[in-house]
Nanobody
Framework: QVQLVESGGGLVQPGSSLTLTCAAS????????IGWFRQVPGKEREAVAC????????YYTTSLTGRLTVSRDSAENTAYLKMNDLKPEDTGTFFC????????????????WGQGTQVTVSS
């Protein structure tokens, strides 16, 4: 099977930190662009971060700006999104996606998506 699986979400209190994982199977993420997205019901899906084929990060303007670290581990065929000091407005379903190509700036459509992991930040 060719798939991406996100994990690491959950119900957390404000101020908590989480690291989300994006594990690929059936193919390799090596040299691929990996994007992270957040979906809130009734609102547009938004890109929160991207990591290029060399591990170079791009962070997009969202409520999470300044509190993210995106990384990848070729040996584990996995990407990560670390989120710090979580706030209620960060709540959403987080997806990872990948596409062929090296650069986040290519603005090409992502070809493979995971099913998402829910992050809920609430007291």
């Amino acid at each position: 099977q060719v798939q991406l699986v996100e994990s690491g979400g959950g119900l957390v209190q404000p101020g908590s930190s989480l690291t989300l994982t994006c594990a690929a199977s059936g193919f390799t993420l090596n040299r691929n662009t990996i994007g992270w997205f957040r979906q809130v019901p009734g609102k547009e899906r938004e890109a929160v971060a991207c990591i290029n084929g060399a591990g170079g990060p791009t962070y997009y303007t969202t409520s999470l700006t300044g509190r993210l670290t995106v990384s990848r581990d070729s040996a584990e065929n996995t990407a990560y999104l670390k989120m710090n000091d979580l706030k209620p407005e960060d709540t959403g379903t987080f997806f990872c996606a990948t596409r062929d190509g090296w650069y986040c700036s290519d603005n090409k459509e992502f070809s493979h998506w995971g099913q998402g992991t829910q992050v809920t930040v609430s007291s």
